[in-house]
C-alpha cells in the first residue's frame, strides 16, 4: 500500500526559531513529491521536488529530496507566527505515462509563538 | 497566474438533496482535475481524478453513483453530490494540473448536511 508519513505530527516553536519538518514515503512508481501550507482553506503550494539532492529555496523555506533513502525534509529558518499552519507532504504517483495523483501525509501543525 | 477557483464556498443543504460543486481554472487550461475531501483535523483523501472529456476514476471506497463528476471542458469540472446524508458533510477541495506541473487547489467547498 502507497503511504506517506509525516513527521512530527505536531511542533511548537517560538520566533526566530529553525524548524525542520519530516517526510517520508512508500509507494509503488514515485514521480514526484511536493509539499504545502495549508492555513485556513485549502493548501497552498510551496515546492515540487524530482530529483535527489537538489535543494529547491524560496525565502527563509528550503527543501531537498533523498529518493535513494525515500524521503524529504522541509526547513524553515528564523520562524515568524504567520509560518503557523499545517504543513502538507504529498507524493504524486505516475501511472503508466497518464497524470498521477497525491497521496497525502497527515500534516505537520507548526505553532510558531510570539 | 494558476487560480483556481471553486463555487460555492459554502453549503448548507437537507438530507436526500443533491449538491453541485463547480471547479474552474481561471487562467490555464487543467489537462486533469482532482476532487479531494477533508475531514476535520486528517488530511486530503482523494476521490476522484477526471480529465477532460472522459470518464472519471474514481478511488476505492468512493462511490461513483454518488459522486458525480463531469469534467465538461479543460477549466470546469463540476462534482455533484447525490441524495446528500449527514455523513457526506465534509470539506470538498478539487485540484487543477497542467501537464506535469503541479496541482492547484481551489479554496475548497464546506457541505453540511442537516
Known amino acids: 500500500e502507497d503511504k506517506v508519513v509525516q513527521s512530527p505530527l505536531s511542533l511548537v516553536v517560538h520566533e526566530g526559531d529553525t524548524v525542520t519538518l519530516n517526510c517520508s514515503y512508500e509507494v509503488t512508481n514515485f514521480r514526484s513529491l511536493l509539499w504545502y501550507k495549508q492555513e485556513k482553506k485549502a493548501p497552498t503550494f510551496l515546492f515540487m521536488l524530482?530529483?535527489?539532492?537538489i535543494e529547491k529555496k524560496s525565502g527563509r523555506l528550503s527543501s531537498i529530496l533523498d529518493k535513494k533513502e525515500l524521503f524529504s525534509i522541509l526547513n524553515i529558518t528564523a520562524t515568524q507566527t504567520g509560518d503557523s499552519a499545517v504543513y502538507l507532504c504529498a507524493v504524486e504517483l505516475n501511472y503508466g505515462g497518464s497524470q498521477g495523483n497525491l497521496i497525502f501525509g497527515k500534516g505537520t501543525k507548526l505553532s510558531v509563538k510570539p | 497566474g494558476a487560480v483556481v477557483s471553486q463555487h460555492p464556498s459554502w453549503v448548507i443543504c437537507k438530507s436526500g438533496t443533491s449538491v453541485k460543486i463547480e471547479c474552474r481554472s481561471l487562467d490555464f487550461q487543467a489537462t486533469t482535475m482532482f476532487w479531494y475531501r477533508q475531514f476535520p483535523k486528517q488530511s486530503l483523501m482523494l476521490m476522484a481524478t477526471?480529465?477532460?472529456?472522459?470518464?472519471?476514476?474514481?478511488e476505492q471506497g468512493v462511490e461513483k453513483d454518488k459522486f458525480l463528476i463531469n469534467h465538461a471542458s479543460l477549466t470546469l469540472s463540476t462534482l455533484t453530490v447525490t441524495s446528500a446524508h449527514p455523513e457526506d458533510s465534509s470539506f470538498y477541495i478539487c485540484s487543477a494540473q497542467r501537464g506535469r506541473g503541479p496541482g492547484f487547489f481551489g479554496p475548497g467547498t464546506r457541505l453540511t448536511v442537516l
Open positions: 477526471s480529465n477532460e472529456g472522459s470518464k472519471a476514476t474514481y
Open positions: 524530482t530529483s535527489s539532492g
